[in-house]
């Protein structure tokens, strides 16, 4: 057990509708990353966020969004659904230190889109 | 800038016998590396991580990997594989700099019984 702590695990929804994904860091971390990991694209990074503020963007659509509230946890929305946001999307957490960013992951979302 | 490249995309090997997942990164100031393996249907764990103090780093479940600067690479091996070994495989780099992880793109690690 990482510490990570995602809901729901699975989800099935329709084209066209709203979804949001919780996750609750470790205990202590103050930076979330979410991930999004499908079979034909692999891992990708979609954004991260450091106490409560954006540090990083990766390929996130503008479909997409994110925040990271003050109690830490976090919440990624993916709105106008389509088939192709099928995926299984992961939440990580790290406390970012000099001695390497080690980042500790949740068991994941899996998003069906039908 | 920093990348990752995972030289294999497959690697099968019978149990028994020694595993070798290849990663070479580029980095321009001092990387952090780090190995992480998912099962199948499964999250990410951590197997191992380099922050530049050993140059051998020994991880879970009996795999290690060796910093080379000389040659930009962080090999992942094992030295007798196992059935439960099989997953992907995921080499990451990250500078301390800027605290970003750069992914490769994975290696399927696959035992043959």
């Known amino acids: 057990d990482s510490g990570v702590t995602q809901t729901p695990k699975h989800l099935i929804t329709a084209t066209g509708q709203r979804v949001t994904l919780r996750c609750s860091p470790r205990s202590g971390d103050l930076s979330v990353y979410w991930y999004q990991q499908s079979l034909d694209q692999g891992l990708q990074f979609l954004i991260q966020y450091y106490n409560g503020e954006e540090r990083a963007k990766g390929n996130i659509l503008e479909r997409f969004s994110a925040q990271q509230f003050p109690d830490l946890h976090s919440e990624l929305n993916l709105s106008s659904l389509e088939l192709g946001d099928s995926a299984l999307y992961f939440c990580?957490?790290?406390?970012?230190?000099?001695?390497?960013?080690?980042?500790?992951f949740g068991e994941g979302s899996w998003l069906t889109v039908v | 800038a920093q990348s990752v490249t995972q030289l294999d995309s497959h690697v099968s090997v019978s149990e028994g016998t020694p595993v070798l997942l290849r990663c070479n990164y580029s980095s321009s100031y001092s990387p952090s590396l780090f190995w992480y393996v998912q099962h199948p249907n499964k999250g990410l764990q951590l197997l191992l991580k380099y922050t530049s103090a050993a140059t051998l780093v020994k991880g879970i479940n009996g795999f290690e990997a060796e910093f080379k600067k000389s040659e930009t690479s962080f090999h992942l091996t094992k030295p007798s594989a196992h059935m439960s070994d099989a997953a992907e495989y995921f080499c990451v780099v990250s500078e301390d700099s800027n605290y970003q992880l750069i992914w490769g793109a994975g290696t399927k690690l696959i035992i043959k019984p």
């Open positions: 990580a957490s790290s406390v970012i230190t000099g001695a390497g960013n080690t980042i500790y």
